[in-house]
């Protein structure tokens, strides 16, 4: 609970501070007043900073209420972090630039920061992995790595969005299989190759087709269901001459 005011009085390793620990508590207790609040004069910090003494409880209740602290019969939880907030106080009254946040100095920060900034995307090992995570996505390689980096990228944009992650929970109607060799689309193309490729792109483009047709449909019937009942105010009516 007190991890992020420690932080930011530069307090050596936070994150294990146990309160429960007497000796921990009673050190942390004179770090704070040696090094942010310095309400005693050095030499009067001699007991205080004695934490072995039998005499250290009296003389750190004295030390609260020379703080004028509203939690003297309070837990030590309640009592450190009271203090704590008093030396962030003034930590803060002493260097104010240092606590206030500059937007831009912020975002250079970010950029700075920003792990990509250190990658070598011309490297062996980011172009094994590039190419790793093709394998793994079944995305085709092309001879420039960052091309099948970006051809990984619109996959799983497509593929693994929020949205198309939901969607793919929904039961789709697969539609009946085509069978390409039935059926002529008039090309005569004599590579059987070529020829199946053109059956697929012209198939491709007759359901694009029909999927406007079908919009175009639907935006008509919400035209005509305006206009087929229009409402009228019966009160600008007017009879006679």
């Not at 390409?180 to 792109?201: C, Q, R």
Request: some cysteine; hydrophobic content about 35%; proline content about 5%.
């Amino acid at each position: 609970m007190f991890k992020r005011k420690l932080q930011a009085l530069g307090f050596p390793n936070p994150e294990i501070l146990n309160t429960a620990d007497e000796k921990q508590f009673r050190n942390t207790i004179v770090w704070l007043e040696d090094q942010k609040v310095r309400r005693y004069k050095i030499e009067d910090r001699e007991l205080l900073r004695n934490t072995t003494a039998i005499q250290w409880n009296q003389a750190f209740e004295q030390y609260m209420n020379d703080l004028d602290c509203p939690f003297l019969k309070g837990s030590r939880p309640e009592i450190l972090d009271w203090l704590l907030g008093l030396a962030v106080q003034l930590e803060f009254n002493e260097e104010p630039q240092r606590y206030i946040a500059n937007p831009k100095t912020q975002e250079q920060t970010c950029l700075k920061i920003n792990p990509l900034d250190n990658l070598d995307f011309e490297s062996d090992d980011f172009k094994t992995g590039v190419n790793g995570l093709a394998d793994m996505l079944q995305v085709p390689k092309h001879p420039d790595h960052l091309m099948t980096l970006e051809g990984i990228c619109n996959l799983v944009q497509e593929k693994f969005s929020q949205d198309a992650l939901k969607s793919s929970l929904v039961a789709k109607n697969r539609g009946n299989p085509v069978e390409f060799g039935n059926i002529s689309f008039g090309l005569d193309i004599k590579s059987p190759n070529v020829s199946t490729a053109a059956d697929v792109l012209r198939y491709l483009f007759i359901h694009d087709l029909r999927d406007l047709q079908t919009r175009i449909n639907e935006c008509l019937v919400s035209v005509q269901v305006l206009t087929a009942n229009p409402k009228t105010d019966t009160k600008l009516g007017k009879v006679g001459y």
